[in-house]
């Protein structure tokens, strides 16, 4: 753990993360009043759920590229996904909102598969192993709705006769030391990881390189993968004579258990979008909550929702009444909720959809091949 008690890294994220601070450590801008007013014109005069609620906070070139667009230049949504194993709930917040832009702005959706990436990091994959979960976790991306014709999947290892040519030139311009400093690499880091930051970067600029015009960029993410955007993409994009992609970023959903992100390497405390319903709901009745030791204890002082992860669900996804969500919280605090109650009725939620996600999946296998790009 660094001095400032927490580590958000692309393939770490560890302790309480303090976003002020690394919103400043990363030079980012927070989604402030004005901003919010902006977007507002086109999410039907109402702000989307996630930035009202804070959800997704920051952002780098977010009114530059609202202005574009107001000037009639349309841009495209670039996210992804490292395959390292089944898709969890944490993974889904930014598709979700990635879909809802798609539908507000009309826009593209390019989506990054790195099957390379997660087989070079997890020393436990193979190369088989993270393609699999490539297409596993295609048909959740499928299931989330995006607009098929709109969206295109690639995987890295797939796709990479077209990356390739984007990749060597982003990489021409960027030094060992510089991705020693961002990445933390070191010389015992293999050689894949050390290219691979050039490849995370290419999609910035394929839809450009594909229509042949200069066609600007915005990326909804987590704040994790800052560090590409940050070093690499955005320091070449003026040398190769592209826009600088646009980021907006989220927070993370926390696991269930106490404090730290959603991962997959601690399953007990994340639900993924495969789990068996009652596997999910077990999770959920048995998670951590910012509740009292007994009842007499929370009826008498209350909860504490801000550190607990069971609120942070239904802020994050599972509670779309902004008036509902705000009873919940005070209920909490005053005690007359009960942590039992509140973790059951999201376990309903959660279960619900969950069932309705997976019979998506299944529908998605039908048109899997529609949305994937192909050299
Ligand atoms: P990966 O697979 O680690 O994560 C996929 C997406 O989910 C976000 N994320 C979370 N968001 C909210 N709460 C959480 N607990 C949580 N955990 C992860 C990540 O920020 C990411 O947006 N290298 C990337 C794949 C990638 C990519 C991209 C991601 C390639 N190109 C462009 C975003 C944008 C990765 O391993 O993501």
């Not at 070079?120 to 959740?140: C, H, R, W």
């Not at 987590?222 to 070449?236: F, M």
Request: charged content about 25%.
């Amino acid at each position: 753990m660094s001095d400032r008690g927490f580590v958000v890294t692309p393939w770490e994220v560890k302790g309480e993360v303090d976003y002020d601070k690394l919103m400043e450590e990363f030079g980012v801008q927070p989604i402030d009043d004005k901003l919010e007013e902006k977007l507002k014109r086109y999410t039907c005069g109402q702000l989307h759920p996630q930035i009202g609620r804070k959800v997704f906070f920051s952002h780098r070139d977010l009114d530059w590229i609202l202005d574009r667009y107001e000037d009639g230049e349309k841009f495209f949504l670039y996210t992804g996904r490292g395959p390292s194993g089944h898709t969890h709930i944490g993974h889904i917040i930014p598709w979700i909102f990635t879909r809802d832009l798609q539908r507000y702005f009309d826009a593209e959706v390019y989506f990054q598969l790195t099957d390379d990436e997660k087989f070079l990091v997890k020393p436990d994959l193979s190369l088989e192993d993270t393609i699999g979960y490539a297409y596993d976790n295609a048909l959740d991306v499928i299931a989330c709705g995006f607009e098929k014709g709109k969206t295109w999947l690639f995987l890295d290892t797939e796709y990479m006769k077209t990356l390739y040519g984007i990749a060597v030139r982003i990489a021409k311009h960027i030094t060992f030391s510089t991705v020693k400093a961002i990445f933390g690499f070191t010389s015992s880091t293999n050689i894949g990881m050390v290219f691979f930051p050039a490849i995370q970067a290419a999609p910035c600029f394929l839809p450009s390189i594909l229509k042949g015009r200069n066609i600007p960029c915005l990326i909804p993410a987590a704040i994790d993968q800052d560090p590409y955007w940050r070093g690499v993409a955005r320091a070449v994009a003026p040398r190769l004579g592209f826009y600088k992609p646009a980021q907006i970023h989220c927070k993370f959903l926390p696991g269930l258990g106490r404090g730290g992100k959603m991962s997959a390497s601690q399953p007990e405390t994340a639900i993924f979008t495969t789990d068996r319903l009652e596997v999910a709901e077990a999770k959920i009745m048995n998670a951590y909550t910012g509740g009292q030791p007994t009842v007499k204890e929370q009826r008498a002082k209350g909860g504490n929702p801000d550190i607990c992860p069971i609120y942070q669900y239904y802020l994050f996804l599972f509670e779309e009444d902004d008036g509902r969500l705000k009873e919940r919280y005070l209920d909490c605090r005053s005690g007359s909720l009960l942590c039992g109650d509140c973790k059951e009725t999201l376990a309903k939620r959660v279960s619900s959809f969950l069932k309705e996600h997976q019979k998506r999946r299944i529908k998605a296998k039908n048109v899997l091949e529609d949305f994937i790009l192909r050299d």
